[in-house]
């Protein structure tokens, strides 16, 4: 087996370059995600298991890791539903102002995050231009974990939104007339052809839009109020750490979040997998 | 047992057995098959013209090929019939019934597109049981019966065992017999193909063909289909319906067609022919300044096409009144040899079949004289 693996690797390809291109490949990586990734653990070998224990189980940590990870599923869950729309209408429909609604997506992406939560903290504060409405409903926003939930949607729009356009755009007209001719009617077609064949364009969007969600921190630290226990995100807890110098206990909540995140994501990635074996399709 | 009969025999079974009381079971107790009436139908997509008034009658359980080259509208003509788009003028009736108001989900009729158009998440089965799935729960036939249904018609299109692969798993000929089975779940009243071998290679083209001769004969469905391969149209349709340009130039066999083709589009079309531009006058026909001994009696005078098909001509050797023309080319083709004459002096081009053991040398003279011909006056 051996033998033929080592055959296939060294046979001579049409497409050149592979020892060169996999080199920068591996040292590439190395630098810029392995290495970091590394040194982080091998800091936290530094603590005890005891001493890890005792900051994984901390009710502070825990609360912020929940409201971290909650508010980020929450907020890629809104994106996932809003986002299909909005990629629907940009590519299925023509109307004036299209090409500027398609740019707007993009710009949480090249929003200064600061910016985008001084901005969403003015509109949503007791004296914003919402927050006034809700607030004598009794809707705290700014503030509160809806705020959290509430900039973590807007920087995550452009994930979902960028995955699904092209695939959207390479739905065939005929797949839906198909279903058109066989009697289904248009709410039957969307929801049993067009959004099956979304699905993994959809999860791989969530992926994108819940890990950018978990990491976010500057458009957060402005809405969130940043109370302890209730309203402070785990990354803004490990900023705290690192001001007061503790840098054992950073890298531990750091390692923790890293640890909760591969899961998720190797767990995700399975399913895709699964789903394209069984499909014989992406 | 034909896999009609066993079909019968399965809904009897169905029904003795299971005492299901659903309409369902008598609809497949016989195949529905209605007359298509299309009336002047005009259809412009923009500023592009597509059909330009088009009528034609469809019998019931008639299978007839629209045959075209691209952009004569044969496509279009199909789509309007199905629902998918919608006249700009006319109508469409199916049996009585206008159809013009109703949308194509309440038209029941079978499309099969040409990229089969499957789903791409559903294995075979669920393709095929698509149809009588989505149906109204009053109407929707119960879950062993759509069962009995799917691998009913996997066994008509010869599939058997594939239910449970996916449409990326198939073959390009096993694909268009699951479209094609998808279609006819759903019992259509009228069943309309697009190019239904155009995406397959030519020996698979050629077994789907007479399967699907063999599968109208079994069903009679009236069946509707758009193919650019005159070969297939007349190999395969009861009637053949010509277009070209948005309108249907002639209706008929596969014997009229070729036989007596009504408009130099067709003859040119269908068929291997040749044209040489003639001026006719008084009864005799000028190429160029030869007088051929050609009998152009009743035809007008003023210049004209005179149309012949390669087989149709013999040597002529020192007569008078021949086509003469120089050997620019020749080809076996099957039993014969294939000349590409050049005639008279502005060298029209033109084929005459000559037997394969003829000795003919390039640039030799050929004099001949077509046995049956046509000439249709020409505009310009």
């Not at chain 2, 759509?146 to 008509?156: A, N």
């Not at chain 2, 073959?171 to 279609?183: D, E, L, P």
């Not at chain 2, 022919?273 to 003639?278: D, N, Q, R, T």
């Not at chain 2, 004289?369 to 046509?374: A, I, L, N, V």
């Amino acid at each position: 087996m051996t033998a033929i693996a080592i055959g296939t690797w060294r046979k001579p390809s049409i497409i050149p370059g592979f020892g060169l291109t996999f080199g920068f490949l591996m040292v590439y990586l190395s630098l810029i995600v392995l290495i970091p990734i590394a040194l982080l653990i091998l800091r936290t070998t530094q603590l005890s298991w005891a001493e890890y224990w005792a900051i994984a189980t901390n009710a502070r940590v825990v609360a912020a890791l929940r409201l971290s990870f909650g508010a980020a599923l929450i907020a890629a869950a809104i994106n996932t539903v809003f986002g299909i729309i909005v990629a629907w209408v940009l590519v299925r429909y023509e109307f004036p102002g299209r090409r500027l609604a398609d740019a707007i997506v993009d710009l949480p992406f090249a929003l200064p995050t600061a910016v985008a939560g001084i901005a969403l903290t003015a509109i949503f504060a007791k004296n914003g231009w919402v927050g006034q409405y809700t607030e004598p409903l009794g809707i705290k926003i700014a503030y509160t974990s809806i705020g959290v939930v509430i900039a973590l949607t807007f920087i995550g729009l452009p994930f979902v939104v960028r995955t699904l356009q092209p695939v959207i755009m390479e739905i065939e007209r005929e797949t839906e007339e198909a279903a058109a001719t066989l009697g289904a009617s248009r709410r039957q077609t969307v929801f049993r052809v067009v959004l099956p064949t979304l699905v993994p364009a959809l999860l791989t969007g969530f992926v994108l839009a819940l890990a950018r969600g978990i990491g976010e921190y500057g458009s957060v630290v402005f809405i969130a109020g940043n109370l302890p226990y209730r309203t402070e995100i785990a990354p803004l807890l490990i900023v705290i750490r690192l001001t007061e110098f503790d840098y054992n206990g950073a890298t531990a909540i750091a390692t923790i979040m890293l640890a909760i995140s591969f899961v998720m994501f190797l767990a995700i990635n399975l399913i895709q997998v699964w789903a394209r074996r069984r499909f014989g399709y992406v | 047992m034909t896999a009609l009969a066993q079909f019968r025999r399965d809904t009897d079974y169905i029904e003795a057995n299971l005492s299901l009381v659903a309409p369902f079971v008598d609809e497949r107790l016989r195949v529905k098959t209605m007359n298509v009436t299309v009336e002047n139908l005009v259809k412009a997509f923009g500023a592009t013209p597509a059909l330009h008034g088009v009528s034609l009658e469809i019998a019931s359980g008639e299978l007839i090929a629209l045959v075209g080259p691209s952009g004569s509208g044969k496509t279009t003509l199909l789509r309007l019939i199905a629902g998918l788009d919608f006249p700009n003028s006319g109508r469409v009736l199916f049996g009585a019934e206008d159809a013009s108001s109703k949308s194509v989900q309440e038209r029941n009729v079978g499309f099969v597109f040409q990229n089969y158009a499957l789903f791409k998440h559903m294995s075979v089965f669920e393709n095929i049981a698509f149809g009588l799935r989505v149906r109204p729960r009053a109407t929707r036939p119960s879950e062993a019966s759509i069962r009995q249904r799917v691998m009913t018609l996997l066994d008509l299109v010869q599939l058997n065992g594939l239910e449970k692969r996916f449409p990326g798993q198939l073959s390009g000929g096993q694909r268009q017999r699951v479209a094609f089975a998808r279609a006819l779940a759903i019992e259509p009243g009228v069943l309309l193909l697009d190019e239904p071998f155009g995406a397959l290679d030519a020996k698979v083209r050629k077994e789907l063909r007479r399967w699907l001769r063999e599968i109208h004969d079994r069903t009679g469905h009236t069946t509707v289909f758009v193919t650019h391969d005159q070969e297939e149209a007349l190999e395969l349709a009861d009637r053949v319906v010509v277009m070209s340009q948005g309108r249907i130039e002639q209706v008929g066999s596969a014997d009229d067609i070729y036989d007596n083709p009504a408009t130099p589009f067709v003859f040119d079309f269908i068929g291997d022919s040749s044209a040489l531009p003639v001026i006719v006058d008084k009864g005799s026909i000028a190429l160029d300044d030869r007088i051929l001994s050609i009998d152009a009696k009743g035809h007008a005078d003023g210049p004209a096409t005179l149309f012949f098909r390669p087989n149709h001509v013999r040597l002529a050797g020192q007569e008078s009144g021949s086509i003469v023309g120089t050997v620019t080319g020749s080809r076996r083709h099957g039993d014969i040899r294939r000349l590409e004459l050049e005639v008279g002096l502005a060298r029209h081009r033109c084929e005459i079949d000559v037997p394969a053991d003829s000795e003919v040398s390039r640039n030799g003279r050929v004099a001949v004289k077509p046995t049956d011909w046509r000439l249709f006056p020409r505009v310009s």
